[in-house]
């Protein structure tokens, strides 16, 4: 599988609209949250992108956080991840430190495994070594991606909604 992580940038504009417009008309949540921002201003989605990574500009209680996009050699955008350079007692519950997402049309296809496991390799760049790793208790896919990357559960965490959120810790 010939797949690789690259930074946001102008010149993957249009595929990466092709993955928004998907994700968009599949009427699914955004996962990771990041590939929720509108990218009407293209230009300014990745400065505020760019910002992220270095801390700028941040809401209160948000950490600093690099977004990569999975691509293929045909140039598509097949995924998407976020990684929080560090973590809040929030991420600590039910956040995590990588957050990731695969097209709807790719999935099933072994990319979420490899999309962790080229994240996980960014994760130890920024000085992490263990990551935190969370999905919906229902979200057995995923869980199952967690697994194959070396996932070891830790305890689950219940929001106020009830909805149960499974963590795992995974050594770099």
Known sequence: MQVF?????????????????????????FVPWVIGKDPSDFAAMLQSMRDSAEGKGLPDGWVPDSTY???TADRTVVGAVNIRHRLTEGLLHAGGHI???IRPSERR??????????ALGKTKE????????????DNTASERTILKNGGVRAEDYIEEDGNVI???????
């Open 126 to 137: 920024l000085g992490i070594d263990r990551a935190l790793v969370v999905c919906d208790a």
């Open 69 to 71: 996009w999975l691509m």
């Open 5 to 29: 992580l690259v930074k946001p940038t102008t010149e993957l504009q249009a595929e990466y609209l092709a993955f928004y417009q998907e994700w968009k008309n599949s009427g699914e949540p």
């Open 166 to 172: 499974r963590r795992f810790w995974i050594q770099l």
């Open 99 to 101: 957050g990731y997402g």
């Open 109 to 118: 296809k072994g990319y979420a495994a490899r999309l962790l496991e080229l």
